[in-house]
């Protein structure tokens, strides 16, 4: 297959710093999208694949899945985008596209397995995926979204996995007038949930380990925000919360928000601890409670995300960053030293 090279940033070992290298991008196909990456978030999942967390990352690695970009190539079939328009690629970059999961718009379950936009077996070129810390990216069409035309760009880039990594569970547990959720952390994930299930018509409690983001959470429209140390305030929140969105990445004790839970309520886990996490069966027997996961969404609900955040006017709180810094957001990132997304301007990566 016939390929170009084109710039990006990347790494060749989990104790290395990332650095600018070249990276072979597919020759345009019939089917595919090629845009110029405007913006890229920074998701903590990234961080995880760089430095190996979970095992598997295939070395040389480029990360990168919240990506914002415009159209500068398409296909000879491509129905849907033409050069000059916005486009965005998220997590998904293929899928079956046969199997009964992907006939109803999730392909995240796919049987087959989906190619991710990094880190993922590159079924065409061999190799893996290489992702957004790049001058461009090559996808077919119907894994491409459109973006719609927000103010602000660069913040509008984490919607791609953080935003829907939030609205799909928000959306499936019915989240809405009547519905009191719970938001567990404010960070990347959290932040948006915030914003997202106020939008849908939630009453919103956000708990936070940190003393100074419990004003945090009010000035991003929590209805109420708890320091979850506070024993006297978690305890008058017994049974009576309908959901809570948990989107913690660190071990912790989710016990603690079973029992804020009403009968039938759910904790729903969307951060990506390392360690597992132990459950307390009479937590959960107790008012048929479930402890439940959720990870991204499908591309149709993806774009529903998308165009519901345009007309409510929700992006990241977010930190532009020149390529360059990358290195320093990734261990700010670590610490928790970032409110609440850092997205990096590509422009910034040299011609």
Known sequence: ?????????????????????????????????????????????????????????????????????????????????????????????????????????????????????????????????????????????????????????????????????????????????GKKVGILGIGGLGHLAIKIAKAMGAHVTVFTTSASKVEDAKRLGADESVLSSDAEKMSRLNRQLHFIIDTVSAKHDVNTYLNLLRHDGTVVLVGLPPEPLEIGAFNVVMGRRSFAGSNIGGIAETQEMLDFCFQHNITADSEVIAIQEVNEAFERLERGDVKYRFVIDMASLAN
């Open 1 to 177: 297959m016939n390929t170009k090279q084109v710039k990006a940033f990347g790494t060749t070992g989990a104790a290395e710093p990332l650095h600018e290298m070249n990276i072979n991008r597919r020759i345009v196909k019939a089917h595919d999208v090629e845009m110029e990456i405007l913006y890229c978030g920074i998701c903590h999942s990234d961080l995880h694949q760089i430095k190996n967390d979970f095992g598997g990352t295939m070395f040389p690695i480029v990360p990168g899945h919240e990506m914002v970009g415009r159209v500068i190539a398409v296909g000879a079939h491509v129905k849907n985008f033409k050069e000059g328009d916005l486009a965005a690629v998220g997590c998904i970059v293929e899928s079956c596209g046969h199997c009964e999961y992907c006939n109803d718009g999730l392909e995240p379950f796919c049987e087959e397995g989906v190619t991710y936009s990094f880190n993922s077996p590159d079924k065409l070129l061999g190799g893996a995926t290489y992702g957004g810390f790049s001058k461009t990216y090559v996808c077919e069409e119907k894994y491409v979204l459109h973006m719609p035309a927000f103010n602000d760009l660069a913040a509008a880039a984490p919607l791609l996995c953080a935003g829907i990594t939030v609205y799909s569970p928000l959306k499936h547990w019915q989240a809405g007038p």
